[in-house]
């Protein structure tokens, strides 16, 4: 699958943004989707991840509460809303795909996700 993310920029901070992610194929049913996030020096983050059949969602503490993930899997869209968007939240985004059924362990880490689009910049102003 291949994937192409969309919807990043400046925003202030407590502001919100709404990132998109195409991908090429239908992906509900067949891959569990992510968000990540990365910033200069540091390794890829997990933000938020949704598994393969809408059988849970996942967040990262430091967007719970602000950020919320979901398909629109009429169109192989994956979203990113982003409420109330802190300084710390900037970086680019990236959005992943991962064949595998993966469980409640294994959803948060990169290297079990096979599929990336090519990020996305969020710059979020003090």
């Known amino acids: 699958v291949q994937l192409q993310a969309s919807g990043g920029g400046l925003v202030q901070a407590g502001g919100s943004l709404r990132l998109s992610c195409a991908a090429s194929e239908r992906t509900y049913g067949r891959y569990t989707m992510g968000w990540f996030r990365q910033t200069p020096g540091k390794e890829r983050e997990f933000v938020t991840a949704t598994k393969r059949s809408g059988g849970g969602t996942y967040y990262a503490d430091s967007v719970k509460g602000r950020f919320t993930i979901s398909r629109d899997n009429a169109k192989d869209i994956l979203h990113l809303q982003m409420n109330s968007l802190k300084p710390e939240d900037t970086a680019v985004y990236y959005c992943?795909?991962?064949?595998?059924?993966?469980?409640?362990?294994?959803?948060?880490?990169?290297?079990?996700?096979?599929?990336w689009g090519q990020g996305t910049q969020v710059t979020v102003s003090s």
């Open positions: 992943a795909a991962s064949h595998l059924g993966l469980i409640t362990s294994e959803i948060r880490r990169a290297d079990n996700y096979h599929y």
